[in-house]
């Protein structure tokens, strides 16, 4: 809608409904779009970082939005969970514990589509664009079994930690209707390097992004 009506020509009847209207609209958008309750970016610190807590996770985004449940993983286990907005796929956020007793010490956070990574990586982009934010390649698990699509990355900007925490990424074809393709050199226990010219034909994409803390220990 425009309002490119000069007001010398409007009765002043009309400019009060005007901005009546303005002020309405105004009102929807906020109320379509909510509190901005996280943040855009996730860092390695505050509620994403090594101290964090369930306690910090309801303090941080409310009581209602928090829920904290057993959850299957793979090989048959369980693990303990915290969901944020578990009933909105775009902004869910969940947490895992290494001490599932007192749900403390994170051991990974994944990120939903609608929020960035360390370095701006995001659930979507494509190998190639995250490669370049990385600066150098790095190699892929094969797809399509309980641990594939996950990248190994030893050089580049991503393969450092940042504050104790590490990125995991763990990739997918974003659509399984491949045509005569042979996907069968970037299928199961194989090493695919990101510069690969078929991971862009499949359309290969971030499926899951975690910020990760080693165990207290050290182990992971």
Same mark, same amino acid.
């Given at each position: 809608?425009?309002? /490119?009506?000069?007001?010398?020509?409007?009765? =002043?009847?009309?400019?009060?409904?005007?901005?009546?209207?303005?002020? +309405?609209?105004?009102?929807?958008? %906020?109320?379509?779009?909510?509190?901005?309750? &996280?943040?855009?970016?996730?860092? #390695?610190?505050? %509620?994403?970082? +090594? $101290? =964090?807590?369930?306690?910090?996770?309801?303090?941080?985004?409310?009581?209602? *939005?928090v829920v904290t449940q057993e959850e299957d993983g793979t090989d048959g286990m369980t693990i303990l969970t915290t969901r944020v907005f578990p009933?909105?796929?775009?902004?869910?956020?969940?947490?895992?514990?290494?001490?599932?007793?007192?749900?403390?010490?994170?051991?990974?956070? $994944?990120? @939903?589509p609608t929020m960035a990574g360390p370095h701006g990586v995001r659930v979507g982009m494509t190998v190639a664009e995250v490669q370049a934010i *990385?600066? &150098? @390649?790095?190699?892929?698990?094969?797809?399509?079994? /309980?641990?594939?699509?996950?990248? *190994?990355?030893?050089?580049?900007?991503? +393969? *450092?930690? /940042?504050?104790? #925490?590490?990125? =995991?990424?763990?990739? &997918?074809?974003?659509?399984?209707?491949?045509?005569?393709? $042979?996907?069968?050199?970037?299928?199961?226990? %194989? =090493?695919? @390097?990101?510069?690969?010219?078929?991971?862009?034909?499949? /359309?290969?994409?971030?499926?899951?992004?975690?910020?990760?803390?080693?165990? @207290?220990?050290g182990d992971d």
């Amino acid at each position: 809608m425009r309002f /490119d009506v000069g007001f010398d020509k409007m009765a =002043s009847g009309e400019i009060a409904k005007m901005l009546k209207l303005r002020s +309405a609209l105004a009102m929807i958008v %906020v109320l379509a779009t909510g509190p901005v309750v &996280a943040a855009e970016e996730a860092s #390695c610190s505050g %509620v994403f970082g +090594a $101290d =964090s807590s369930e306690a910090l996770v309801i303090k941080t985004f409310g009581k209602d *939005n928090v829920v904290t449940q057993e959850e299957d993983g793979t090989d048959g286990m369980t693990i303990l969970t915290t969901r944020v907005f578990p009933n909105d796929p775009d902004r869910t956020i969940a947490f895992t514990w290494w001490d599932e007793d007192e749900h403390t010490g994170p051991n990974y956070v $994944d990120l @939903p589509p609608t929020m960035a990574g360390p370095h701006g990586v995001r659930v979507g982009m494509t190998v190639a664009e995250v490669q370049a934010i *990385n600066g &150098a @390649p790095f190699t892929i698990g094969g797809f399509w079994w /309980d641990y594939g699509g996950y990248a *190994n990355i030893e050089k580049g900007t991503l +393969a *450092n930690g /940042d504050d104790g #925490c590490y990125l =995991s990424l763990r990739f &997918a074809p974003a659509d399984e209707d491949f045509g005569d393709l $042979d996907t069968g050199p970037v299928t199961g226990e %194989v =090493s695919i @390097p990101s510069d690969t010219p078929l991971l862009a034909k499949i /359309d290969t994409r971030l499926q899951v992004l975690s910020i990760s803390y080693p165990g @207290p220990e050290g182990d992971d």
